[in-house]
């Protein structure tokens, strides 16, 4: 059974620390790895990662994919209050040939980050 | 906004109801999906359509019935509901497999 598991599954933290948050991953057909942000109802798309060891970057936020390890870790740096919210991590498979993807989540990593 | 619409945004509904769930993209995308999201559990895959033709059931309870009448509209119907059903449901959609984008979803509460 495909499986996808983030730690810590919550976080408190005060403006201007850095977290890191990780992903591990079990699936068949792995495609790529995901990260969402979901505030109040619409996760929002972060990051798609398909190569190893390639860091994506997007302001405060990085992350990188380590296929051999199965993993991924987000990096937020100098947080602020705004950066509260669930962070998901997604597994995409193979399904259908190449016309369209599965996900799977994980549970959610909760980061709050107190001013 | 990621182009993804869904209404209603809030559902409220008694267990003998038959009420409806629409997602609307404007993303030109071929697929679209449902997924359920409970308190403390991960996002769940429910259906998947392609091109509007069903290609995933991930083991859904009948009293779910999609339906996609193009590959912009998606609908999710209703009926006789439990409480455990109760959820936030969200649609999203993507260019043959790449990055899902997903829209607002939908609150729903069954009494």
């Known amino acids: 059974e495909d499986k996808v598991v983030q730690s810590p599954l919550s976080l408190v933290v005060h403006e201007g620390d850095t977290v890191t948050l990780n992903c591990s991953y079990e699936?068949?057909?792995?495609?790529?790895l995901l990260w969402y942000k979901q505030e109040k109802k619409a996760p929002t798309f972060l990051f798609m990662l398909t190569s190893s060891g390639i860091e994506k970057k997007s302001g405060r936020l990085s992350s990188i994919l380590d296929k051999k390890e199965l993993s991924s870790i987000l990096n937020i740096t100098a947080t602020q209050t705004g950066d509260s919210a669930i962070y998901l991590c997604?597994?995409?498979?193979?399904?259908?040939?190449?016309?369209?993807?599965?996900?799977?989540f994980g549970q959610g990593t909760i980061l709050t980050v107190h001013p | 906004e990621t182009g993804v619409t869904q209404t209603p945004r809030h559902l409220v509904m008694g267990m003998t109801n038959k009420k409806s769930l629409k997602c609307e993209q404007h993303l030109g995308h071929n697929a679209m999906y449902w997924y359920k999201q409970s308190a403390k559990k991960p996002l769940e895959l429910m259906f998947v359509?392609?091109?509007?033709?069903?290609?995933e059931n991930n083991s859904v309870p009948s009293r779910f019935s999609p339906e996609c009448p193009n590959s912009s509209h998606l609908f999710l119907h209703l009926h006789t509901l439990q409480p455990e059903d109760s959820a936030l449901y969200l649609c999203?959609?993507?260019?043959?497999?790449?990055?899902?984008?997903f829209g607002p979803g939908t609150r729903l509460t069954v009494l």
């Open positions: 359509y392609n091109f509007k033709e069903q290609t």
């Open positions: 699936v068949t057909n792995f495609r790529s």
């Open positions: 997604a597994a995409s498979i193979n399904a259908g040939g190449t016309s369209y993807g599965k996900l799977t």
């Open positions: 999203a959609s993507s260019h043959w497999g790449d990055t899902q984008y």
